[in-house]
């Protein structure tokens, strides 16, 4: 949706969980020398100053990244927080990486980038803060865009999936853009990340997704407390053709929010 502006949510628990995946994910992939593309299929601006007046509207971050770092849940050697370190050398304590940046900073200079965001705003702030010779933004549609770019080159490569599920019929896109995907790039490494609702929307999803077969299908779901001053219940991540050694490394960013 082009009213989405993650900026209201950066920084936030769910976040958290989706880059600290993320991080672990990419850091295995990166097991093996040979290249790989990163592709994304709603990447937001890419960075977020958490001192921004949209940032203080919802003060998410308070209870995501500035809890868990003043309450050391985030260990300072883990390739999430070694990212965030490195963006907050460069761009001052109060910024906060989007998955684009968090991406970048781990990818090594033979990997390569595909970013899609259709937001008039935030595509022009992505191509601000990301631009580099291995890295393409594409203003489009970040369903469309990413199967028209698959198979890319290097075929080895990750897609996460991130919308907004402003839109109740979001859910089913993106089960079925997932089937999708999958027949026109099939080794391809998955990353979905979804909202854990009291009202059950999400299980259209999850339900679609867990009965499909899908190759090395994996779940996680975390909960929240009502502290966290969050409308959701949860943080949720499916996962497709996870690299090997994954799994350990996701279950310790779980661990985080115990």
Same mark, same amino acid.
């Given at each position: ?12 628990? &769910? ?52 809890? =868990?770092?003043?309450?050391?849940? *985030? ?6 927080? %070694? ?8 761009? $001052?304590? !109060? ?12 990818? %090594?200079? @033979?990997? +390569? ?9 935030? @595509?022009?702030?992505?191509?601000? @803060? ?6 393409? *933004?594409?203003? %489009? ?5 990413? =199967? ?5 080159? &290097?075929?080895? $490569?990750?897609?996460? *999936? /991130? &919308? ?14 997932? %089937? ?26 999850? /339900? ?11 779940? !996680? ?9 969050? +409308?959701?219940? $949860? ?19 779980? $661990?985080?929010?115990?």
């Amino acid at each position: 949706m082009l009213s989405y502006q993650h900026i209201y949510h950066a920084g936030n628990l &769910p976040d958290i969980h989706k880059h600290a995946a993320l991080a672990v994910i990419l850091t295995r992939m990166m097991a093996k020398d040979k290249p790989f593309t990163y592709m994304e299929t709603h990447a937001g601006r890419g960075l977020y100053d958490l001192s921004s007046k949209e940032a203080a509207k919802t003060g998410e971050f308070r209870t995501g990244i500035e809890a =868990l770092l003043r309450e050391h849940k *985030i260990p300072p050697s883990h390739p999430y927080a %070694r990212a965030v370190a490195k963006v907050r050398e460069k761009h $001052g304590p !109060q910024s906060y990486p989007g998955s684009p940046a968090i991406a970048r900073e781990l990818l %090594r200079f @033979h990997d +390569r980038m595909q970013l899609m965001e259709l937001h008039p705003q935030e @595509h022009a702030a992505l191509s601000a @803060h990301m631009s580099a010779p291995n890295i393409k *933004i594409h203003k %489009r549609d970040g369903y469309e865009g990413a =199967l028209a770019l698959s198979p890319p080159v &290097p075929r080895r $490569g990750m897609l996460l *999936i /991130d &919308p907004s599920y402003e839109v109740k019929t979001e859910y089913a896109q993106a089960a079925e853009f997932v %089937r999708a995907i999958l027949k026109k790039w099939p080794e391809v490494t998955i990353l979905l990340w979804y909202p854990v609702l009291t009202a059950g929307l999400h299980t259209v999803l999850t /339900d679609t997704l867990a009965q499909a077969n899908l190759p090395g299908f994996w779940q !996680q779901e975390v909960l929240f407390t009502e502290a966290s001053g969050l +409308r959701l219940r $949860g943080s949720g991540l499916i996962g497709i053709n996870l690299p090997f050694g994954a799994e350990p490394g996701l279950e310790e960013v779980r $661990g985080w929010f115990v």
